[in-house]
């Protein structure tokens, strides 16, 4: 007796995730190729965090 199972497509697609930090006059923020954007920020540091944090929430290793 040979039951064939339907193939298992669990693996969830992982979309890519690339962030770019812009700077706009002494706002910078962090946007993403998902669509993700972070709010303009004073400072470049906290904007890069926030970008590493959606990285890491989404699953993405930061490069
Ligand atoms: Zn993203």
Do not use: K, Q, Y
Request: neutral net charge; proline residues 5%; glycine residues 6%.
């Amino acid at each position: 007796m040979h039951s064939e199972l339907p193939a298992v497509t669990g693996a969830v697609r992982m979309s890519e995730h690339r962030v770019v930090i812009s700077e706009r006059g002494s706002f910078c923020f962090a946007t993403c190729t998902c669509g993700w954007f972070s709010p303009a920020r004073r400072s470049r540091d906290l904007a890069r965090r926030e970008a590493e944090d959606h990285l890491a929430d989404n699953g993405a290793a930061p490069a």
